[in-house]
């Protein structure tokens, strides 16, 4: 959800920022080239931030779900040497009581 709503700030902050630069060009028309240009700089520098705190937000989420399943594979790794230890012990005592039933 957290990259949702990055995302969505990141359009909306573009499209206010557009919006503002259109009506600042149409009540200062002598400024129009100067207040278009800084817009045309400005916008794509929002895209660039704003994607790239998307890419850490992606990050820190991939990451948190590798680190969720390394640590589920670990306790089963660790069950299944528990399991594999216990079943060793039930067959040696498996053998030492037919042994002795002979």
Do not use: W
Not at 18 to 24: D, R
Not at 45 to 50: L, R
Not at 65 to 88: G, M, P, V, W
């Amino acid at each position: 959800m957290k990259l949702e709503d990055a995302r969505i700030t990141i359009t909306l902050t573009a499209t206010l920022t557009a919006i503002l630069f259109i009506i600042l060009s149409y009540l200062l028309p002598k400024h129009a080239v100067l207040i278009l240009t800084i817009e045309i700089i400005l916008l794509p520098s929002i895209y660039i931030i704003g994607n790239y705190y998307a890419e850490r937000l992606m990050k820190e989420e991939y990451l948190k779900t590798i680190n969720f399943i390394s640590d589920r594979a670990n306790n089963l790794q660790e069950k299944y040497t528990k399991e594999k230890f216990h079943s060793i012990r039930l067959e040696e005592q498996l053998k030492y009581l037919n042994k002795n039933d002979r």
